[in-house]
C-alpha cells in the first residue's frame, strides 16, 4: 500500500475471491484460513511480506493429508529470477512481497 509499485485491483480481488469461497461454502474461521492483503487496515502479521508470504505457504501445507483440498491464491506482481541449477528452463517464476526491495523475492 503506498508504494509505487501499488496494483490498485488486488485487494479487490482478494476480497471477491472471499465471498466465492463463501459461497461455496469453505470454512471461514482462521484455522482454515490464511489472509495477506496489503492494506494498511490489515493486521501487521498478515501484510504480504516475504517472510509472512513464506509463513503463509508453510502453515497452507504443513498438515497436508492426501485426499485434502488447499487453495492459494495470489493476486499481485510476479516476476522471473535467473536459475542457476542447470534446469532447461532460464527461469524461475517469482512472486514479489511487499517487501521486496529490502527482502527479495
Known amino acids: 500500500f503506498g508504494s509505487e509499485n501499488e496494483?490498485?485491483?488486488?485487494?479487490?480481488?482478494?476480497?471477491r475471491m472471499l465471498d466465492l469461497l463463501n459461497?461455496?461454502?469453505?470454512p471461514e474461521d482462521?484455522?482454515?484460513r490464511r489472509v495477506l492483503v496489503d492494506s494498511p487496515q490489515w493486521p501487521k502479521h498478515l501484510q504480504p511480506t516475504l517472510e509472512n508470504m513464506r509463513e503463509g505457504i508453510?502453515?497452507?501445507?504443513?498438515?497436508?493429508q492426501p485426499g485434502d483440498c488447499?487453495?492459494?491464491h495470489y493476486?499481485?506482481?510476479?516476476g522471473r529470477m535467473p536459475r542457476s541449477d542447470g534446469s532447461p528452463s532460464e527461469w524461475h517464476e517469482t512472486l514479489?512481497?511487499?517487501?521486496?526491495?529490502?527482502?527479495g523475492m
Request: net charge negative.
Open 7 to 15: 496494483l490498485h485491483g488486488c485487494v479487490a480481488d482478494v476480497h
Open 23 to 26: 459461497r461455496f461454502g469453505f
Open 30 to 32: 482462521e484455522r482454515s
Open 58 to 64: 508453510a502453515w497452507l501445507v504443513a498438515d497436508a
Open 70 to 72: 488447499l487453495l492459494f
Open 75 to 78: 493476486s499481485g506482481h510476479g
Open 96 to 103: 514479489c512481497p511487499v517487501d521486496m526491495e529490502t527482502e
